[in-house]
């Protein structure tokens, strides 16, 4: 049985029992690579002020590298014994150079280490996320211009209300993603701050540049409180917050276009390469994907939570609780990576039915609010042209006429002098969107705006 690093103070072996509740390899391993990036930098400031000479130095740097590539082949033995990456990588540097491997970790400790690498594997997932994000938004804008004339029924509580264009629809969800990539970048800033250096707790009476290693590592500045710094775990609650929402934005629009797939809306046809089946039902196509991501969003709430829970009421400094961070982080990456992937690929494969959307668009009076806006230019108070178009939608519904437009002239003018033959005008959903005007809204003009601007911002070449 190996000794442990720590092992001079101990008098007896770990329990087995122990060492297979206290790893964390079985999930750590994945940072293999940001923990050599982190030990090499670490390594090369050593050597520039005097900790481990040059040529220690270069040993280590190629010992690091040459584990890395075993971890890469496969040909890396892990073992609960050794319980974390950590451990590993340096019981290999150790195993490889001796004593010149046992100065890798001066001046450093796994508690100023392991955030440390965390923050690395959180960075390039956020960087990760925000790609597949933007992917998203530029399949919602190729969307957008596939179907740029169709008119859709807008809903609100789930109720038919007035028409939108599906253009303005599509890029809805653009606007939405456009925050999700804000929060993401702003959480990153955050994160930039290397707490590598804090060492156990309290710093060290070595003398270290820290600053050397926050420039070989990309981060942005180093953290000026060595106690704040192994139990911060802000980063990781905001990463976790940051992917909540954007669960919440797929799972949102998931929810929406199951509706659309069903055959009562018949909006969307998805194709049979994005669909599942039934073991019984032979005729069953189903949209699982759009389902899954819908439910996916609950692992991401629970792992925020989780990191919620688990931060709270912890002191000062490194305690073994935050070895719990990593799972839910992980997984709430992995996750949200997942089905934003997936969410892109039924985004660009699923195809609005324009004749079945127009085959209902004059169902629901879309055009009442239109007509209601029509009486208020001519002056009317919008409480009383309100009441004047609500009586014509009980009327309508009285003497069977689906759409306003199909009321007799007499019973428009009966209803409000200034309901005239000019009415046929701005009714129906065609003159209903048309009419539309104001900054942000489903207007022609406007959404067309909308759709240059962000071809624009989002680097989409015609
Ligand atoms: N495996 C630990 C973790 O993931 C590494 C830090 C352990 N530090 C310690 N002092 N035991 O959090």
New binding site residues.
Partial sequence: MAKKA?GGRFGAQTDHRVEQF???ISF?HRLFEHDIRASIAHAEMLAHVGLVTPDECQQIVRGLSEIRAEIEAGRFAFVPAR?????HIEAALIERLGDVGRKLHTAR???D??VTD?KLWARDALDRVDARLLALQRALVAAAERHRDLILPGYTHLQRAQPVLAAHSFLAYVEKLARDRDRAADCRKRLNILPLGAA?LAGTTLPIDRHRVARALGFDGVAANSLDVSSDRDFALESAFVLAVIAEHLSGWAEEWILWSTQEFAFLALPDALCTGSSIMPQKKNPDVLELIRGRTARVLGDLNTLLVLVKGLPLA?N?D??E??EPLFDAFDTVEACLELAAVVVEGATLRADRIAARLDEGFLDATTLMEYLIRQGVPQRTAHEVIGHLVGRCEQLGCRRLADLPDAELSRAYPGLGPGVKDVLGVANAVGAFRSYGSTAPGEVENQLSSWKERLGIIE
């Fill in positions: 720590w206290t790893e964390s750590d319980e974390d990456i950590h451990m400790s796994r508690n280490q392991v965390v156990a490194y073994r935050l070895q961070d990593k």
